[in-house]
């Protein structure tokens, strides 16, 4: 996988959430106002890759407009891409903040929609020869079978992006844990994330802190850690979490293992 400069083995690699949001779901992770610092904190802790995101997507929540989502993005974009050479991946999925966004120096478009929300993003992402990964969502809960409609999904969606000539080696694959899913169907997923594997391309896991581990917001460290050990099992490329030092140790228990 490459993404910017960089080229991603089969490792297992961190991709630090840097929410410039006023209402995301776990709060310590919203950096509106203290966005360098945390993004600086999370590359010396080990981060490989920063998820910048603009438009909190927490259960229930309420959509702003790409205009409302630049104007929160643009600014700590800017300093951060001057300040740090790592690769920085924006969550969004309106075309509009995309261009803008690879415009700045952003290498790697998140879309929780997967291509399908803007019918211009597969074509904004290639337009700049950058990265995407590509997230499975439903506007209906799955019911039944999960692995038939997120597989084909992903593999849609995948192709929708090789056509508009997004490269292949430039492309990851996200299930997505807390979407379109209720708990039972997060926990099959997460626990068979590996199967994902067979689309060929590398995989993101995303399921830090989430609802699926029940309980208070702040007592997940515990089981997303444990994902994080899963994810190295499985042969996951990138882990999206909050804590960035602690899931590098876990990944690290397993690695030396």
Same mark, same amino acid.
């Given at each position: 996988?490459?993404i ?10 961190? +991709? ?25 904190? /999370?590359?010396?802790?080990? #981060? ?40 920085? &991946?924006?969550?969004?999925y ?10 700045e120096? /952003?290498? +790697? ?15 904004? @992402? ?7 990964? @590509?997230?499975?969502? /439903? ?9 038939? %409609?997120?597989?084909? *999904? ?8 090789? !056509? /508009? !000539? ?9 299930? $997505? ?14 626990? !068979?994330?590996?199967?994902?594997k067979?689309? $060929?391309? %590398?995989?993101?896991? !995303?399921?830090? +802190? ?16 444990? #994902? ?9 490329? *990138?882990?999206?979490?909050?804590d960035?030092?602690?899931?590098? &140790?876990? @990944? ?6």
């Open positions: 996988m490459i910017g400069n960089r080229e991603f083995s089969s490792d297992t690699h961190i +991709m630090a959430i840097i929410n410039l949001t006023p209402d995301s779901f776990y709060s310590p992770s919203r950096h509106l106002k203290d966005s360098l610092a945390a993004a600086e904190r /999370a590359v010396k802790e080990g #981060a490989a890759v920063l998820d910048l995101g603009a438009q909190s997507t927490r259960p229930g929540y309420a959509e702003v407009p790409a205009e409302e989502e630049l104007a929160r993005l643009i600014g700590p974009l800017r300093e951060i891409r001057r300040r740090l050479d790592v690769p920085i &991946s924006v969550d969004t309106f075309a509009k903040t995309a261009r803008a966004a690879l415009d120096g /952003a290498d +790697m478009i998140n879309d929780i929609w997967g291509l399908t929300h803007d019918k211009d993003m597969a074509k904004a @992402i290639a337009g700049h020869d950058a990265a995407v990964c @590509i997230m499975h969502n /439903a506007k209906r809960p799955l019911s039944g079978d999960i692995w038939g %409609p997120i597989e084909k *999904f992903l593999h849609d969606s995948a192709e929708l992006a090789l !056509g /508009a !000539g997004i490269k292949r080696e430039k492309i990851c694959l996200d299930g $997505g844990i807390g979407f379109a899913k209720d708990r039972a169907q997060n926990l099959e997923l997460l626990n !068979g994330y590996g199967r994902l067979a689309l $060929g391309y %590398p995989l993101l896991l !995303g399921a830090s +802190m989430k609802s699926l581990f029940g309980g208070d917001v702040n007592d997940r460290l515990g089981q997303t850690l444990a #994902a994080t050990r899963l994810a190295v099992r499985e042969g996951v490329t *990138f882990v999206r979490v909050h960035v030092k602690n899931n590098l &140790s876990a @990944i690290r228990s397993i690695a030396e293992a």
